[in-house]
C-alpha cells in the first residue's frame, strides 16, 4: 500500500511538472521524463564522483536542472510559441531523445544505485514494515506541494505567475514580464522533475530509462485533468495505486499496462479527466 | 515560371502537372529500375526506404493531411507483421490474401481506435495513441500462442503465386511496387471527395463540420485507410527484417516515424518518400561514419601535429563509437528542423525550384512564415 502511494507520489511530481508548463505555456513536455533522469543522475555524480553530501548534491542536481530547464525554455522553446501544438511535441520529443543520448555519453549505460541517508532502513509501525524511502518520497512530496502552494498563493512572483499563465496579455500590460515568467516556471518544472528523479533513485534504479515514468505520468496528468494541479497530485496516486493492486489480484504483464488502459479509458469515457473543466470554442 | 492552362477535363483529371513532370516522373521509374545493377550493396537499404515509404504515406494521411497525430504507428506496424506472419506461415494462406488480411486486420484495429478517439482533439490523441501503442506491445509480447513471446519468431522469404522472391532484387521490386501502388492509390485518394474532406477537418474542423463534412465517419476513415497502409509495410517489413520480435514495434519506431513526416514536409506525399529515405538512410551513413571519419579526421589534423591528431584520432572513434549515439542524433535533427525549416525537406526543395524558375527575381518573402501569436488550443 504504501508502495503503491510512493511510486504514485512519483507519477503525481512529473504530472505536476506537466501541468505546470501547460497551464503557463499550452506546451506540452514529452521531456519531463527525461528532465527527472538528468537529475537523478546530476545527483548521483555529485554524491559518488565527487563524494559530496546527499543534501548537497540534491540542492545542486535541482539547482542545476531547473538553471537548464529556464535555459531551454528561453533558447529552444520560446522561438515555437504559437506554432501548432505539433510542432511543439515533436521538439519535446527531440529534445528528449538528445538528452538521453547525452546521458549514455556522459554517464554511460549503466544501472546506479543512488546512496541515500533512507536507503535500506526500516521502522516496525503498528505491526507493518515500513521502509524509510517510501516515507521518504511521500514526506517530499507533502512538503513540496505545501512549499509550491504557498509560493503560487502568498509571493509576489507567485502570483504574477498566475496571472500570466491565465492571460499573457493582460498580464503584459500590467507590467509583469511575461517572458521572464516563462522561464521561471520552466524552472520550477524542471526543478521538480529532477526532485522527483531523485527521490525516486533509492528505489527504482538510476538508468537512462528512467524518463519512461514520464509515459506514465502522462496518464496521472490526464486523469487528474490535464490543467489542475490538484488533479496531476490525485491522478499520480490513483495510478500508483492501481498499478500496485492489478499487479497483486490480475494475471502477469497486466500491472505493466494498467496505467495506459486507465487513460485509454479516461480519454474515451471522460476526456476532460476528473477535475478537468470544459470548455467550448468560441469560433 | 510556367504556368499550366487548362483547356480540357482531361487535363484537370490527369495525376500529373502537364508532360514535362510526367516526363521526369518516367524518368524517376526507369532510373529505380537501374539501381539493383548500379549499387547491389545497398539494395536491401534501399528496400526499407521504400517500406518506411509506405509507413510515412500512412502517417502523412494522418497527420499530414487530417491533422490526426499518432504516436502509435509503430503498433499498426507490428500488428501488420504479425498477422501477415501468422496467416502465411500458420494457416498457410497465399501471400496475396495473407497480406490483404494483414491489411484489413489492421484496418480493424484502426477503427477500434479511431472511434474513441474522436472524442478527442490535438495532444489528447497524440497521448492516446501511445499509450494504445504500448498496450499493444505488452499484448505482441504476451500472446505467445501467436506471437512466440519474448523468443521471436522467424519469418520465411516471401513466395508469391508458387515463385519464391528471395533474392535481394526481387523483394526491391516487390517493395518498390508496393510503394508505386500505395502512392497512386493515395494521390488519387487525396484528389477525391475523401480528400478534401479530410484536408478540410486539419485545417478547422468546426468549419468543416459546418460544411457539411461528417466528421466521425471522415476521421474513422482516416485512421482505417492510415492503418491498412501501415498493415500492407508491416508484412513487407516483416519479410526484410526476417525475424520478428516485440521490442522492435516500440515507441522508438513510432517517433522515427514522425520525425520521417516532419523531416519530410508535412501534407505532401513526397515528403513522405524523402522523409522515409532519410530515416531509413541515417543509419546507414553512420555507420559508414564510424568506421571512416575518425580516419579521416585524425589524417586532416595529423598535417599539424602527429600527437594532436592521434589524440583526435581516439577521441573521435570513442565518440562516434558511443552506443546512444543514434536516437540523440535523430532528435538533434528533428530539433532543428522544427526550428529552422518546419516545412521538412520538401519545402526546402520548392524553394530551390522557385529559385531557379524565377530566376532573378526570387524574393524570400515568398516563402516567409506568417508571424503568429500564441492560439489558445485550450478553447477548441
Redesign the interface.
Known amino acids: 500500500m504504501l508502495n503503491g502511494l510512493a511510486v504514485g507520489c512519483i507519477y503525481g511530481l512529473v504530472a505536476l511538472g506537466f501541468v505546470l508548463i501547460y497551464k503557463a505555456t499550452e506546451l506540452v513536455n514529452f521531456a519531463q521524463g527525461d528532465l527527472m533522469m538528468l537529475g537523478a543522475f546530476t545527483c548521483y555524480m555529485f554524491v559518488v564522483w565527487y563524494g559530496l553530501g546527499y543534501w548537497v548534491a540534491f540542492a545542486l542536481a535541482v539547482a542545476i536542472v531547473a538553471l537548464f530547464g529556464a535555459g531551454l525554455d528561453s533558447a529552444i522553446l520560446r522561438r515555437v510559441l504559437g506554432q501548432p501544438q505539433f510542432a511543439v511535441v515533436m521538439l519535446t520529443i527531440g529534445l528528449g531523445a538528445m538528452f538521453r543520448s547525452f546521458a549514455s555519453i556522459v554517464w554511460g549505460s549503466e544501472i546506479y544505485t543512488l546512496p541515500t541517508p533512507f536507503s535500506a532502513k526500516a521502522t516496525r509501525l503498528a505491526g507493518v514494515t515500513v521502509s524509510h524511502e517510501y516515507v521518504s518520497i511521500i514526506a517530499g512530496t507533502i512538503l513540496l506541494c505545501a512549499a509550491l502552494y504557498a509560493f503560487f498563493t502568498f509571493t509576489r512572483v507567485g502570483v504574477a505567475m498566475q496571472a500570466a499563465s491565465q492571460n499573457q496579455l493582460a498580464a503584459y500590460y500590467m507590467g509583469i514580464p511575461v517572458k521572464l515568467m516563462f522561464s521561471l516556471i520552466w524552472a520550477i518544472s524542471a526543478g521538480v522533475a529532477a526532485i522527483a528523479g531523485i527521490l525516486l533513485a533509492p528505489v527504482s534504479l538510476i538508468d537512462i530509462n528512467l524518463g519512461f515514468i514520464g509515459l506514465k505520468a502522462f496518464a496521472a496528468a490526464v486523469l487528474g485533468g490535464f490543467g489542475s494541479i490538484p488533479g496531476a497530485l490525485a491522478g499520480g496516486v490513483t495510478i500508483g495505486l492501481i498499478e500496485l493492486f492489478s499487479g497483486a489480484y490480475l494475471p502477469q504483464g497486466v500491472k505493466d499496462v494498467a496505467a495506459y488502459v486507465v487513460l485509454l479509458l479516461v480519454l474515451a469515457v471522460r476526456p476532460q479527466g476528473m477535475f478537468g473543466s470544459v470548455a467550448r470554442k468560441k469560433v | 515560371m510556367r504556368f499550366v492552362f487548362k483547356t480540357t477535363y482531361r487535363q484537370d483529371l490527369g495525376l500529373f502537372r502537364d508532360g514535362a513532370q510526367r516526363n521526369w516522373y518516367v524518368v524517376l521509374g526507369l532510373a529505380m529500375l537501374v539501381v539493383p545493377v548500379l549499387v547491389p550493396s545497398y539494395l536491401v537499404d534501399i528496400s526499407l526506404v521504400f517500406i518506411y515509404g509506405l509507413c510515412g504515406l500512412s502517417l502523412m494521411v494522418l497527420?499530414g493531411y487530417t491533422g490526426l497525430?499518432s504516436l502509435g504507428h509503430a503498433a499498426f506496424l507490428g500488428i501488420g507483421a504479425y498477422a501477415h506472419v501468422y496467416f502465411v506461415q500458420d494457416w498457410g494462406l497465399p501471400w496475396v490474401i495473407s497480406v490483404a488480411l494483414a491489411a484489413a486486420v489492421s484496418a480493424g484495429v484502426g477503427v477500434l481506435v479511431g472511434l474513441?478517439a474522436l472524442?478527442?482533439t490535438?495532444?489528447?490523441l497524440?497521448?492516446?495513441t501511445?499509450?494504445?501503442a504500448?498496450?499493444i506491445q505488452?499484448v505482441l509480447?504476451?500472446w505467445e500462442r501467436v506471437t512466440h513471446g519474448l523468443k521471436g519468431r522467424p519469418v520465411d522469404k516471401p513466395v508469391i503465386f508458387g515463385v519464391s522472391l528471395a533474392h535481394d532484387a526481387a523483394f526491391y521490386f516487390l517493395c518498390l511496387a508496393a510503394l508505386i501502388g500505395g502512392l497512386w492509390l493515395t494521390a488519387n485518394l487525396l484528389r477525391s471527395p475523401t480528400g478534401r474532406a479530410w484536408v478540410a477537418i486539419r485545417d478547422s474542423e468546426?468549419a468543416a463540420q459546418s460544411m457539411g463534412v461528417n466528421l466521425a465517419r471522415y476521421k474513422t476513415l482516416a485512421f482505417a485507410y492510415s492503418a491498412a497502409l501501415m498493415g500492407v509495410a508491416g508484412a513487407l517489413f516483416a519479410h526484410k527484417v526476417g525475424f520478428l520480435a516485440p521490442d522492435i514495434f516500440s515507441?522508438l519506431l513510432s517517433?522515427q516515424f514522425?520525425?520521417m513526416v516532419?523531416v519530410g514536409g508535412?501534407g505532401s506525399l513526397h515528403g513522405a518518400v524523402f522523409g522515409a529515405a532519410f530515416v531509413a538512410m541515417l543509419p546507414v551513413l553512420i555507420s559508414e561514419a564510424r568506421d571512416r571519419v575518425p580516419a579521416w579526421a585524425g589524417q586532416v589534423i595529423a598535417l599539424a601535429g602527429k600527437d594532436a591528431g592521434h589524440a583526435t584520432f581516439l577521441g573521435l572513434d570513442r565518440?562516434v563509437k558511443?552506443?546512444?549515439?543514434?536516437?540523440?542524433?535523430?532528435?538533434?535533427?528533428?530539433?532543428l528542423f522544427?526550428?529552422f525549416e518546419?516545412l521538412g525537406v520538401y519545402g526546402r526543395w520548392r524553394k530551390i525550384q522557385v529559385y531557379f524558375s524565377t530566376f532573378p527575381l526570387y524574393k524570400r518573402a515568398t516563402f516567409r512564415r506568417q508571424k503568429?501569436?500564441?492560439?489558445?488550443?485550450?478553447?477548441?
Do not use: D, K, W
Not at chain 2, 503568429?372 to 477548441?380: A, V
Open positions: 497527420a497525430v474513441p472524442r478527442m490535438g495532444v489528447y497524440t497521448i492516446a501511445l499509450a494504445f504500448l498496450i505488452e509480447t504476451r468546426i515507441v517517433i514522425l520525425l516532419v508535412l565518440f558511443q552506443p546512444g549515439l543514434e536516437p540523440g542524433l535523430f532528435g538533434l535533427i528533428l530539433v522544427i526550428l518546419p503568429t501569436y500564441m492560439r489558445s488550443e485550450r478553447l477548441r
